[in-house]
């Protein structure tokens, strides 16, 4: 298990441009690899005096709160793409009140039904009773029956 916690804390993220140990400790981990076989960075780390050492970790913490903060701009960019390419693909349906409207059959998924993949999915019609500013609508069967709230996206247009 701590491997695996290992391996996620040091493996570097596209979306953040950094890794989650270095967003909390402001520097990378030192590997085990590089314990074994000394690297550069642990050369100059081993050479410092104590001086030197808490002067590198102060600069290290002042420059952690930028880096942070230019991942925290990075995920933004990264979530306002993904939401622009969503809301292409998105249909708003908007009725009127007296539309006739035809609503998914709940549950969606049922694990045997009647008429098996070939049932209807759609019960109706109905017709809009009732247009909420939240994207909700009231709606009435042909006996007078209300139901609703229900979201719109539950929702699909008509057509006689």
């Known amino acids: 298990m701590e491997e695996a916690l290992w391996a996620y804390r040091t493996t570097y993220r596209t979306l953040t441009q950094a890794t989650p140990y270095s967003l909390v400790y402001g ?11 000394p690297s550069l960075r ?3 780390q081993e050479g410092l005096i104590d001086e030197e050492n808490a002067r590198l970790h102060l600069e290290e913490l002042e ?15 990264y979530q306002a793409r993904l ?5 292409k693909r998105v249909r708003l349906r ?3 009140v007296g539309d006739q409207v035809l609503m998914v059959k709940r549950p969606i998924i049922t694990s045997r039904r009647s008429g098996g993949k070939f049932s209807a999915k759609w019960d109706g019609p109905y017709i809009v009773q009732e247009v ?6 009231k709606i009435v069967d ?9 979201n719109g996206k539950f929702m699909k247009g008509y057509y006689p």
Request: hydrophobic share 40%; aromatic share 10%.
């Open 83 to 87: 939401s622009r390419s969503f809301n």
């Open 63 to 77: 420059s952690l709160n930028k880096k942070r903060l230019e991942a925290q701009q990075s995920l933004e960019c």
């Open 142 to 150: 042909s006996e007078g029956l209300w139901i609703g709230p229900i």
């Open 42 to 44: 642990l050369a100059i």
């Open 27 to 37: 520097v990378e981990a030192v590997l085990p690899l590089e314990r074994q076989i």
């Open 94 to 96: 908007s009725f009127q």
């Open 132 to 137: 909420y500013s939240s994207g909700a609508y």
